[in-house]
């Protein structure tokens, strides 16, 4: 118990166990967020008249994750031309009633510029929605042309029972956009299981340096005197071993659980593998080594060779040999 | 209680300790004395079992289960806990079940408005009475202090050999080591007198100016010369 309030009571012990995870969450998930954002077509629907179809459209159109769309009252032909708007569309005043009577013919403006090249899908789902509305419109004038006292209210909604248009393109780019994502992600998610690798090799040496203050100290030496067992370096391996593999399987599951959006057991037990194997490293280091600089330039040292073997195998400039999983590192991309 | 016969101890080809005997019987007080690099730390160690002599023969005959404490001349303490923390600890560790004697230390010590400080908010004085505190929570037969008083001022220097000679009183043996001649005077030991790793002579503390350092080092000489010059 006081091996963990010791460590537990240190500022630092915070620092690195909640703050930098939390801190590096956040970060990535900003990161990923605007990944997510800058590859959505950013688009511009402009209602001058606040109009309460728009809304209705919107709704339908929202669902879709492929575009950013914006709606405002003002047409932002500046943001087209930077290029951080990929087209503009502008409904006219009176849709509903234009729809009533499908009269659309050159009635919404669309703004585009060169280098625009999806806006095409947006301009597609928007006529789809309108139009859908217009012949289930016109379905009813045709009715009540026949029979006057039909509600044509309930016309319009009994034809949306039975219309359901697609889109005219189901969009081949949706496809391509995913299969682009996914090596993206693929390497993203070899990349994070290295950094968890590494945080936690930092925490281990943190952990390590306090056992080699006490040992420094004497206390290891105080508690030898009374007790045979070593008792305080067995409380500090269980104790760094279950917070690092907690911590561990916490961060690999939700790393598997992001990108995968599935838990690979074998992936788990290779990751918490080398995280357990390095903690016991740090363990043999507390026998051999006294001084804290001689674990600063060890940690040092195997970190950054790992992680140079890592990344020659990751980018295949160097292929797996019996010599390179020597690195931990390695064994995940086995 | 301890016995050594011809102790040697080498360390990367050098001989820290060559030939050492001796014997400490219980209620014994003992200082090791001798400048530095004499060997003392080491052939504390080696009496606590915390080394194992290259050459020789180290035999104990112990009662109790925890006999031995041992104060190290590093403040052996958790930093960032408090004093009661490592109090209870050490207690608990060494299954110290009587709570009136840890109540006595902590009175005749002093220690009882700072159980609640954490040790890094303690002064160096305070620092080695809570680590003396620690070395004799389990009432050990014997006692190993290795330069304990260092950095001590007089009046906790005081109530820590109060506490000492109260416990030597009471049948504890006190082996400690020390540069100071007030701690010498004021406990009173037997003297080994150590000098680049050899067993020069063995003194009780009345025949201290009797002692055998015709063959010491001029260090040695000069650490008596303050004694007996005063």
């Known amino acids: ?334 | 209680m301890i016995t050594l016969e011809g102790i040697s101890y080498k360390k990367k080809r050098q001989y820290l300790l060559n030939q050492i005997d001796g014997r400490i019987n219980k209620g014994d007080c003992i200082t090791l004395f001798g400048p530095n690099g004499a060997g003392k730390s080491t052939l504390m160690k080696i009496m606590a079992g915390l080394n194992k002599p290259s050459r020789g023969k180290r035999s104990v005959q112990f009662h109790k289960k925890n006999p031995i404490g041992y104060v190290p001349q590093q403040i052996a303490l958790f930093d960032g806990l408090t004093v009661k923390d490592q109090i209870k600890y050490y207690q608990k560790l060494t299954k110290q079940t009587s709570t009136d004697f840890v109540e006595v230390m902590i009175k005749e010590l002093g220690l009882k408005d700072i159980l609640n400080k954490r040790i890094n908010q303690l002064s160096g004085g305070m620092k080695r009475k809570v680590n003396l505190a620690v070395g004799v929570i389990h009432q050990p037969e014997i006692l190993f202090l290795d330069e304990a008083f260092v950095g001590v001022d007089l009046a906790t220097k005081y109530d820590m050999l109060k506490w000492l000679n109260h416990l030597n009183a009471q049948g504890t043996t006190i082996v400690f080591i020390t540069h100071d001649w007030y701690v010498i005077n004021q406990l009173k030991p037997s003297m080994w007198i150590l000098d680049q790793g050899e067993m020069l002579d063995q003194v009780n503390w009345n025949a201290v100016p009797y002692a055998n350092i015709k063959s010491g080092s001029n260090a040695l000489k000069k650490m008596f010369d303050v004694d007996l010059s005063r």
Do not use: C
């Open chain 1, 1 to 334: 118990m006081i091996v963990l309030k010791a460590l537990l009571k240190q500022r630092i012990t915070f620092i690195l166990l909640l703050l930098i995870p939390i801190l590096l969450g956040l970060i990535w998930v900003n990161y990923f967020q605007d990944t997510v954002d800058d590859l959505k077509v950013p688009v511009v629907l402009v209602d001058p008249y606040n109009q309460t179809i728009t809304d209705e459209l919107l709704s339908e159109i929202e669902v879709d994750d492929t575009f950013n769309l914006t709606r405002t009252s003002e047409i932002p032909l500046k943001a087209l031309e930077r290029g951080e708007v990929e087209a503009i569309f502008v409904l006219p005043e009176n849709l509903k009633e234009l729809i009533m009577w499908s009269d659309l013919e050159g009635q919404i403006k669309w703004y585009r510029n060169d280098r625009s090249l999806f806006d095409g899908l947006f301009k597609e789902q928007l006529a789809s929605s309108i139009m859908t509305r217009a012949v289930r419109a016109e379905a009813a004038n045709v009715v009540q042309n026949y029979d006057s006292e039909e509600n044509w209210e309930e016309m319009f909604e009994f034809g949306l029972r039975y219309f359901e248009p697609e889109p005219i393109f189901q969009m081949n780019f949706q496809q391509i956009s995913s299969d682009m994502s996914e090596n993206d992600s693929s390497d993203q998610y070899y990349l994070m299981r290295w950094l968890t690798w590494l945080y936690l090799m930092i925490v281990s040496s943190f952990f390590t340096k306090m056992m080699l203050e006490w040992k420094e100290q004497h206390i290891s030496g105080r508690l030898k005197v009374i007790s045979k067992t070593n008792s305080l370096r067995t409380s500090w391996l269980l104790l760094t071993g279950l917070i690092i593999g907690t911590l561990g399987l916490i961060l690999v599951i939700s790393i598997q659980w992001v990108f995968l959006s599935q838990v690979y057991l074998l992936s788990l037990l290779v990751d918490i593998g080398i995280i357990l194997v390095s903690v016991f490293g740090y363990l043999l280091l507390t026998f051999i080594i006294n001084k804290k600089e001689t674990l600063w330039a060890l940690t040092l040292g195997y970190g950054m060779t790992s992680s140079v073997v890592f990344f020659l195998l990751f980018f295949q400039i160097l292929n797996h040999s019996w010599w390179t999983k020597l690195f931990l590192p390695s064994w995940i991309l086995l």
